[in-house]
Nanobody
Framework: QVQLVEFGGGLVQSGGSLRLSCAAS????????MGWYRQAPGKQRELVAT???????NYADYVKGRFTVSRDIPKNMMYLQMNSLKPEDTAVYYC????????????????WGPGTQVTVST
């Protein structure tokens, strides 16, 4: 099983920066891809950015040029550097991982972290 935990959220002024981290832990697992999603009050959860094991990244249009996703594969970590933050970036940010058991890689699973709050004030 895989456990994910996000940290680094908080309150920041508009135009400021934050760096989120996601740590994956467990046993007998191998992560195939990871991503950041967010959910604002009253809205559906939406994609922010994803990164796979080859380092290929994908960003939602509303964060392109401002956010950067990266991974430290040996440490099972993922990061989201968020610059030029806007009030509309306020949301709970969730870490997501697609993973397999090393011993039984034919089955793929998805895991979510509990989320971390990011609040951008005007």
């Amino acid at each position: 099983q895989v456990q994910l935990v996000e940290f680094g959220g908080g309150l920041v002024q508009s135009g400021g920066s934050l760096r989120l981290s996601c740590a994956a832990s467990g046993s007998d697992f191998s992560i195939k891809a990871m991503g950041w999603y967010r959910q604002a009050p009253g809205k559906q959860r939406e994609l922010v950015a994803t990164v796979n094991n080859d380092g290929n990244t994908n960003y939602a249009d509303y964060v392109k040029g401002r956010f950067t996703v990266s991974r430290d594969i040996p440490k099972n970590m993922m990061y989201l550097q968020m610059n030029s933050l806007k009030p509309e970036d306020t949301a709970v940010y969730y870490c997501n991982a697609d993973w397999v058991f090393r011993s039984s890689p034919q089955w793929s699973f998805t895991k979510w972290g509990p989320g971390t709050q990011v609040t951008v004030s005007t």
